[in-house]
């Protein structure tokens, strides 16, 4: 089986744990933060996806959110988030997916997003483009910031960084943007930028779990993924992520820089 074909049915194996346990009644850890939170489904999840890669290719690496794993000095790291938007899982909202890339040396060449839900399969593969359940999908044509819909995410701090967020949702509705966003799940918002639902998007700091598999998917939708100032993030290394359909990221990068365009 090829990586692609593994990491789909990796992808919709969790997806059917996501549906096992969604509204049931779970009990909820907590990890970093209060509001950091931890479930039955995210860890089996992880446990299902990791255990069918292994028999598949045992001699690659795991970086994935809830468990470490062994370095094995292979090219090939798989990044996985078992469960992404615990906060909405574990309220009964049904907004949240897995999301799972296959990195080789630094540059990720498989991602795969599958919101279960919804029966949404996203995925993408370097040099081949990106598609939602099997059909091609294209980012936005917005092309203004006053016809995007731009969405954010807040990070689990409650200081600095979640004042900063504020201040730039501030600047962003002072630039009159159509609307703003919050789903709670990162994986999904990259997913809609890539398929055209909306224009962009910014975190002040997102995993590599959170956003290595969306990023790929973006970037062969025809969109861009870079740091705060424009630079080029690694999918490795957590980051500020602006994500867009590309014609509006200077002016998103101008907005969270707070330059005149
Ligand atoms: C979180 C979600 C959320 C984002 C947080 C992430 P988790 O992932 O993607 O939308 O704002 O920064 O940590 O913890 O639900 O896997
Ligand atoms: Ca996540
Ligand atoms: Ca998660």
Partial sequence: MNYLTVAIKAAKQA?????????????VETKSTPFDLLTIADKEAEKSIVNLIKKYFPEHNFLAEEYTYDKTGSEYTWIIDPLDGTNN??????????????????EVIVGVIYDAMRNELFFAEKGC??????????????????KSLIIT?????????????????????LKKIMGLRRLGAASLDLC???????SG?????????????????????????????????FSNEKSFVVASDGKIHEQMLAVLNQREE
């Fill in 129 to 146: 483009g990106a598609f939602l359940n099997k059909k091609p999908i294209r980012v936005s044509s917005a092309g203004s910031l006053d």
């Fill in 153 to 173: 995410g807040f990070y689990y701090s409650r200081g600095e960084e979640m004042i900063e967020t504020l201040d730039t949702i501030k600047r962003f509705f």
């Fill in 201 to 233: 998007f910014w975190e002040f700091e997102l995993s590599p779990w959170d956003f290595a598999a969306g990023k790929l998917l973006i970037e062969e939708a025809g969109g861009k993924v870079t740091g705060k100032r424009g630079e080029k993030i």
């Fill in 89 to 106: 899982f574990a309220s009964g909202m049904p907004i949240f997916a897995v999301s799972i890339a296959l990195m080789k040396n630094n």
């Fill in 15 to 27: 997806g059917k744990i996501h549906k096992k346990y969604f509204n049931t009644d779970l009990k």
């Fill in 192 to 198: 809609y930028i890539a398929c055209g639902r909306a």
